[in-house]
């Protein structure tokens, strides 16, 4: 977790370095920090609290300086203080660095470094590094061959941005967490994360672990730990920067919602012909050796991994999904002929990479479903499907959850026919509903009543979610967009399992929110009809056709008809909105909840 970032130019970093960690805080936002070189030495300010708070400190600009490096952070060692936020710096003040990841055994080296006279101001594992160069440059080591003389003493996982004063560069280096150089025209850039410097350039490139990269005003130049030369390419990125903004919308939440009928196209775009699905990397036959599929993911991921399982096994496919932190614990048998799926929208969540990397070396085939491309994820599987949502800001995962369930239609299509080789009629059918969802999506937007459902049914002892099959998925969704950006209570069943313990929960005070698909409509009924006997409102959140369920519940969320497999996608842009709208009630920080990071990189 955490973003880094740093700009090496000839001309002031200060306002770049400050909009790039704006553009991070996604990452972590507990405490921030910058530190400019500013030719009388290193000039460092970090602040408890977001970056708002950082740039008050630094209103006055007398701290600027053309090369510097930033941090904001989600905790991992030590508490959020004004003395754990990044930038850490040696004894003399000489070397400061940045750090996103974990350093295992840095008690281990705190204890040597303090025993040869160190002296540590803060809890966390970052402060060993800057030390730890320290000491090389003291015994006569050029900064470069100090870098990566110390980070080779480092177990872990680290992405790590450094800097010497007098030095004209910024050193930096990944393993486990990531790390991008922006090429720019007038400074060059790292940072965690692209969106971080879009504004300043779209020239990327992507680092893999074990890089080392020296970063001047004019140049960057990568090597390995041992210093022979690795030569990367420079992509453009497509990303608009615009896309990264949040325009006029009060929360990057509500734009990322309102966002879903054009992420959804981009998702689907020249992926369907006819009746068949024509996946880039994916010809027809590309799965004909694969007889299971496993799905990995965590959080959001996770839930339309699950979506995806039911589609997959409704379709005659031998389907199961894994919590990607259980499957690393507790690896599935896996063999040749299984293809484990890591959904993943950021690529970098460390749960996901470990599950995958636990299927890759057991010999399993493994594909990224991600939407982020060169991401960690998209370079450790052995096939990549990127879902084309764009950049997702709020820490809450909106847009990316429907690019993610229509990817794995798409993907589902291309292995149904290559395993079963019998396409159904339905998929057919299938395949033009994933063509108007797009559509569908924007009538529920244009109509929802969210806000006025969210309103008058506001949970004073819990809000729970019931469904069936895919929307048990859904289900699960809604309770965790709930309750991450309400912090009220918030579960989500699946609705014949009520009955089993969940219904002692069930009060006139706990509002459920029970999701209709259009299958088995009479066994949702007779779960809202217990429901209602314990006098708590049932919200139904189903097509208007549903008459079993709309015509039963206390008030109603409509959402058009349209093919079973994927009216739950339209259920959960409903869910979201009431999400946001009891959040924004609640004057909640909805773009930032309290403990969580949208990245989280650690396991
Ligand atoms: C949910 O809103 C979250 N942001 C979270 O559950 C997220 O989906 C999870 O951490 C996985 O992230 P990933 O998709 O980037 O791997």
Request: proline fraction near 5%; include cysteine; glycine fraction near 8%.
């Amino acid at each position: 977790m955490c973003g880094i970032t740093a700009r090496i130019g000839e001309d002031d970093s200060l306002a770049d370095l400050l909009v790039s960690l704006e553009n991070l805080e996604y990452r972590g936002y507990d405490s921030a920090g910058i530190a400019v070189q500013n030719g009388a030495g290193i000039d460092v300010n970090k602040v408890e609290g977001e970056v708002s708070e950082l740039q008050k400190t630094l209103s006055d600009h007398e701290h600027d300086g053309p090369i510097g490096i930033g941090h904001t952070r989600w905790s991992t060692h030590g508490p959020p203080s004004d003395e754990n936020a990044h930038p850490h710096t040696g004894c003399q003040g000489r070397v400061v660095a940045v750090h996103n990841g974990i350093i295992e055994n840095y008690a281990t080296l705190r204890e040597s470094l303090q025993a040869r006279g160190h002296e540590f101001t803060s809890d966390t594992d970052t402060e060993v590094i800057p030390h730890l160069v320290e000491e090389r440059l003291a015994a006569g080591m050029d900064p470069e061959i100090a870098f990566r003389d110390a980070i080779d003493e480092l177990e872990g996982s680290y992405a790590i941005a450094m800097m010497v004063d007098g030095d004209p560069a910024v050193y930096a280096t990944r393993d486990g967490s990531p790390l991008v150089v922006g090429v720019g025209r007038e400074a060059n850039y790292l940072a965690s994360d692209v969106p971080a410097f879009l504004e300043f350039t779209d020239r990327v490139v992507y680092l893999e672990d074990g890089d080392v990269v020296v970063v001047t005003p004019e140049d960057h130049r990568i090597t390995d730990i041992d210093g022979s030369p690795v030569s990367r390419p420079a992509e453009t990125v497509e990303w608009d920067p615009e896309d990264a903004e949040k325009g006029s919308y009060d929360h990057y939440m509500l734009k990322e919602i309102n966002e879903q009928p054009v992420s959804l196209r981009q998702t689907i775009r020249g992926r369907i012909e006819g009746e068949d699905v024509t996946l880039e990397d994916f010809p027809p036959g590309t799965f004909t050796d694969i007889s299971r599929v496993q799905l990995v993911g965590c959080g959001t991921s996770y839930h339309a991994g699950m979506y995806g399982e039911w589609l997959l096994s409704k379709w005659g496919l031998d389907a199961n999904t894994y919590i990607a932190s259980e499957y690393a614990a507790y690896p599935a048998p896996v063999d040749e002929e299984t293809l484990v799926i890591g959904v993943t929208q950021s690529g970098e969540t460390a749960d996901t990479l470990e599950a995958l990397r636990s299927a890759r070396k057991r010999g399993a085939r493994t594909l990224a479903l991600t939407n982020v491309i060169g991401s960690t994820a998209a370079r450790t599987c052995d096939d990549v499907l990127l879902i084309r949502a764009g950049p997702e800001i709020g820490v809450a995962a909106t847009k990316t959850f429907s690019s993610q369930v229509a990817s794995l239609v798409l993907v589902g299509e291309r292995l149904v026919r290559d395993v079963t080789g019998d396409p159904t009629e339905e998929c057919a059918e299938r395949l033009a509903a994933l063509e108007s969802l797009p559509d569908l999506v924007e009538e529920v937007l244009d109509t929802s009543q969210a806000a006025s459902i969210s309103q008058r049914w506001s949970g004073e002892a819990g809000n729970f979610f019931i469904g069936r099959g895919n929307a048990h998925a859904v289900a699960l969704e809604g309770a965790l967009k709930f309750k991450e950006i309400t912090y009220e209570h918030a579960e989500g069943f699946a609705a014949g399992e009520l009955k089993h313990g969940p219904l002692a929960l069930v009060t006139a005070e706990t509002p459920v929110f029970a999701i209709g698909t259009g299958r088995h409509p009479e066994r949702l009924e007779s779960n809202v009809r217990e429901i209602q006997t314990r006098l708590a409102p049932v919200i139904a959140v189903a097509p208007r056709t549903e008459t079993n369920l709309t015509d039963t519940a206390d008030a109603f969320l409509a959402v058009p008809a349209t093919h079973p497999d994927l009216v739950a996608v339209l259920a959960n842009v409903q869910l979201q909105l009431i999400a946001y709208h009891a959040a924004d009630e609640m004057e909640r920080a909805i773009d930032k909840p309290r403990n969580l990071a949208k990245s989280v990189t650690v396991e």
